[in-house]
């Protein structure tokens, strides 16, 4: 399915996922959103978010081997899919930052 | 070892659960890493109030991922359906205080019980990965020691030294000492402790240090938090100091956190311990604590502790007994949170179960009680349906009613688990590990919370998808009088789920009480009633005892005094106290062990002295009493119990016959001067008799004097009052000693049976409740059906019929269906119940008198809940009831 943006959680997921070389798994990109800003995502949701982006193409994922700290269950491991999602980063930084052209005095003054 | 599956919390599951099949093993794993980081670095309470956001978070993020156009307006919907069921509630405050009282009460039922369960036997251990610690005991099958026991110093440094499979191991013995510092002195519950136990657990002290090897034995002290804070104002400059503990100068060297309680919560203080260096094997009775290495689990462990323990006599010597005993050794091992819990398991879930029983018939009830409700209003959803709102629009909003009703209910719930538990925790046998911490805490609101939905699914949903049927949209034309076959069906379906619920509860209750009767009925071979009993600590070089002579003087002339009170009998001394401390265990030697070489017996022993067989009710059977003796004798004179002369002189006359215990020298023989019955030591539901033998105050030499802090025994009529007169008289004699373990012997009878009383009473509770609430469910029943039939009811009255025909018809009618429930009922008892035969005592599982006057019961309650409707009916006037159409 061809995207046209990301949602804000997908995006941050996303951006996690790069921040930690680009492949790792929902553990530790939950654990990097959170020491970045400071929201409390839950495992569990960051692996949905990329669960769904890899059904549409912008992630790959391969199970990793079975750990003892976690129960003997896998781990899955997802790779951002530069070529499809760089593009859809970019947009929405642009969008973004377009969007706060102007505004950054209110900043100043609040 | 798979504990990492086992130990996932429940909350993760069911975030798990909500998922897709494909994705779930995945999730779950990732929850579960993430939740073991936690564990080793966030306190207890966030992590649980972490675990239950998860499925909020995991619903939260499937409802996004959905449709965004379908999702706001159904939550839009949905608040509409709230204040419309909130509203409609309102204007039936009967119906709505009827359902959310019976679901408060179960809810708090539930919550209450759960909360208790949580805190002792889910909430792990506070120590260092609490499920690689294992409690390393002995079995010895074939042999005469117990079935399992405490494992002696040998074992230990054996195990320490050699055993790859644990990586730590620590050992620690109960007892009680004498307390003292400053001007405070008292009798408490301290520990004999290695260094290694503390390593082994994990723990740290919150002040000074843990005791090492280098500490010398005994000389050093860590203090429980609860000592540190009641007696030196949690003062910091408490280490370094001495206090004086079992008589002998301590230096306390650490203080423990508050909750740090090991073996338990009243252990005032850890006493270092270090194993003699000359180790005489066989002295059992050592409670180990072993922590597994990583890759470790019990099997291996257990391969290796029983290839170790086998070589113990090569390296340490012992006698033919000790060898024997080792070759039938094996090493028991449980988890150490298994050992700490003990037997109490059992009867906890069995209340948890019995918590639910309620839950379903408060559930079938409200379940009952929303058809009704329904069925009045089949015209209101009739006419909502031509309006164009769809199945799915009745559907929600009936849901919403029931769980706007459960929510209520469990609100309801939480305050009367507020008030519960206390009552709870304060009618518990006293023993019960961790209990007083017990607390309404988020893990317990989260288990509310998901009973709180199950209520509203398990009431609201039969009767939401009976009254959201399409058949219903030519119901508007209609008489809508009589119900429908299948709704009526549905709630007789209900009234026979209930009583078959309450007859379950109602079995056990009965057989509990039976089994508690029962070991009322035991004779323990001593009279309870009437008997005061306590122990005193003084220090005797303060009155001038050195030796055995001296001892028995004071406590001849201290029992003088003592029965010198006013209405007293008489007045005795033991050892050890039945029901209170048993009695200990030694091999004995008589002249036929010498002549056969057989085994030496074991046997139970104690020491007594004074009027204790005559103020304990005990009989002689054979010979005299004790002789009031306080000079040692050449020959020093014991009784024996009844089951000890047949062990010892099988088919002789055991008076004057010799003997001595094992571990004593070899020229202190005992003659026998009497035979008495046999008692019950500690558990009244042993039936074997178990040999005891009682030694004299004062033995064969003046060195022997075994009695510093005996059991005085008083005979009175006065016996529950006795307790300020003697504190008195015990201050007057010796001001320094603390009196402690007072008590009657009723109220240490009642003790030993009182986890069997405290399950007892609360299912008995839980019983009665489940049959109010099933005669509540089946008196609605009746009815509602009775008002819906008395047009035809007017009809058969103008045609003739009689009143007390009609009465009888409606009786059979409610009658008839509780019978089918009580036969469901019998049949689930009898599963049920198997679960209490570790409880029951005199009493088999399927015992049929109490099913059948259970049975009875409960019939008898069903004839009374459908005799009020069907006076009722009977006084119909039938032009009024036709005239009302």
Known sequence: MARERFGELEEQVVLGLLRLGGESYAVPVAAELTDVTGRDVSPATVYMVMHRLASQGLLTSRVGTPDPERGGRPRRFYRVVRRAVLPLLAESRRARLALWDGLEPELDRS | ?885
């Open chain 2, 1 to 885: 070892m798979s504990a990492g599956r086992s130990r996932v919390p429940l909350s993760l599951r069911l975030a798990a659960w909500l998922l897709p099949r494909d994705v779930r093993e995945e999730v779950l794993g990732d929850l579960v890493e993430a939740w073991n980081a936690k564990e080793r670095s966030e306190s207890w309470f966030s992590r649980a109030a972490w675990t239950w956001k998860q499925p909020i978070a995991v619903l939260l993020a499937r409802v996004q991922a959905r449709n965004d156009a379908r999702v706001l307006p159904s939550v839009a919907r949905v608040s509409v359906d709230l204040r419309i069921a909130a509203r409609s509630l309102a204007r039936a405050p009967t119906f709505t205080l009827v359902a959310v009282t019976t679901l408060a009460i179960a809810i708090g039922t539930n919550t209450a019980i759960f909360s208790v369960v949580e805190t002792v036997l889910l909430d792990p251990l506070d120590f260092t990965e609490p499920d690689r610690l294992v409690s390393i005991r002995g079995t010895a099958p074939g042999s005469d020691m117990p079935d399992e026991f405490g494992l002696a110093a040998e074992f230990y440094v054996q195990y320490r030294e050699n055993a790859a499979a644990l990586e730590d191991v620590g050992y620690y013995l109960e007892g009680e000492q004498t307390v003292r510092a400053d001007d405070r002195v008292e009798r408490l519950p301290v520990s004999l402790a290695s260094h290694s136990l503390f390593s082994t657990l994990g723990v740290r002290p919150v002040l000074g240090r843990l005791p090492t090897e280098q500490d010398e034995d005994a000389q050093v002290v860590v203090l429980s938090h609860w000592l540190w804070t009641e007696w030196f104002g949690r003062d910091p400059e408490v280490i370094g100091r001495t206090i004086e503990i079992a008589s002998g100068p301590r230096t306390v060297v650490g203080v423990m956190g508050p909750s740090f309680g090991f073996p338990h919560e009243r252990v005032a203080a850890w006493l270092h311990d270090l194993p003699s260096e000359e180790i005489r094997p066989g002295g059992f009775g050592w409670e180990l604590v072993g922590r597994l290495a990583p890759d470790a689990d019990q099997v291996v462990l257990a391969g290796q502790l029983d290839e170790l323990a086998s070589r113990l006599p090569e390296r340490f010597g012992g006698s033919v007994e000790y060898a024997r005993i080792i070759e039938q050794h094996r090493p028991v091992l449980r988890s150490l949170e298994e050992e700490l819990v003990g037997d109490i398991a059992a009867p906890l879930w069995i209340l948890l179960g019995t918590a639910g029983i309620v839950l379903l018939i408060a559930c079938a009830n409200v379940a009952n009680l929303l058809l009704a409700r329904a069925e009045d209003r089949r015209r209101s959803f009739a006419v909502r349906r031509s309006l164009g709102a769809t199945r799915g629009d009745l559907l929600r909003a009936q849901m919403v009613e029931a769980l706007v009703i459960a929510a209520a209910g469990g609100v309801g719930g939480v305050a009367i688990a507020v008030g519960g538990i206390p009552l709870l925790v304060r009618g518990a046998p006293e023993s019960i590990p961790r209990l007083a911490s017990t607390t309404l805490d988020p893990t317990a609101l989260g288990f509310t919370a998901s009973i709180v939905l199950f209520a509203a699914l398990a009431s609201g949903l039969l009767p939401a998808l009976r009254f959201s049927n399409p058949a219903l949209d030519g119901t508007l034309s209609s008489r809508l009088q009589t119900g429908t076959r299948s709704t009526r069906f549905a709630r007789h379906a209900l009234v026979v789920a209930q009583s078959a619920a309450a007859l379950v509860l109602l079995v056990g209750s009965g057989l509990l009480v039976q089994s508690f009767l029962a070991l009322n009925r035991v004779d323990p071979g001593y009279e309870t009633e009437d008997v005061f009993t306590f122990q005193m600590a003084p220090v005797l070089r303060d009155h001038g005892v050195t030796d055995a002579p001296s001892l028995a003087r004071f406590h001849y002339a201290f029992m003088e005094r003592l029965a010198a009170l006013p209405d007293v009998e008489s007045v005795g001394l033991t050892l050890m106290l039945p029901l209170d401390e048993g009695a200990e265990v030694t091999r004995v030697v008589t002249d036929r062990t010498i002549a056969t070489g057989g085994l030496e017996p074991l046997v139970r022993v104690t020491h007594a002295g004074g009027q204790y067989l005559r103020a304990m009710g005990i009989e002689v059977l054979l010979g005299s009493d004790f002789e009031r003796n306080a000079d040692p004798t050449e020959n020093p004179q014991a009784v024996v119990s009844q089951s000890a002369a047949e062990l010892l002189w099988p088919g002789e006359t055991p008076l004057g016959k010799r003997f001595r215990p094992s571990d004593a020298d070899s020229s202190s023989w005992l003659t026998v001067s009497g035979v008495v019955e046999d008692v019950i030591l500690e558990d009244f539901r042993r039936t074997e008799p178990e040999p005891l033998v009682y030694l004299p105050l004062v033995g064969h030499d003046r060195a022997s004097w075994p009695i510093t802090t005996p059991a005085y025994v008083v005979k009175s009529p006065r016996a529950a009052a006795l307790g300020p007169e003697i504190r008195d008289l015990v201050r007057e004699i010796a001001p320094e000693a603390p009196v402690y373990h007072m008590s009657t012997m009723s109220a240490l009878a009642a003790r030993a049976v009182a986890r069997l009383s405290f399950t007892m009473l609360t299912l008995g509770v839980a019983a009665g409740l489940a049959i109010v609430l099933g005669a509540v469910g089946l008196y609605g029943v009746l009815s509602y059906v009775v008002s819906q039939r008395t047009h035809e009811i007017g009809i058969r009255m103008a045609l003739g019929a009689n009143a007390s025909g009609l009465r009888r018809t409606i009786v059979a009618q409610g009658t008839r269906v509780v019978i089918l429930g009580v036969m469901l009922g019998a049949v689930g008892a009898a599963v049920l119940t198997r679960a209490l035969e570790s409880l029951l005592f005199g009493v088999p599982a399927v015992h049929m008198p109490t099913y059948a006057m259970m049975a009875g019961l409960m019939i008898a309650v069903a004839l009374l809940a459908s005799y009020l409707p069907a006076r009722r009916a009977s006084a119909v006037d039938p032009m009024t009831a036709l005239r009302a159409d």
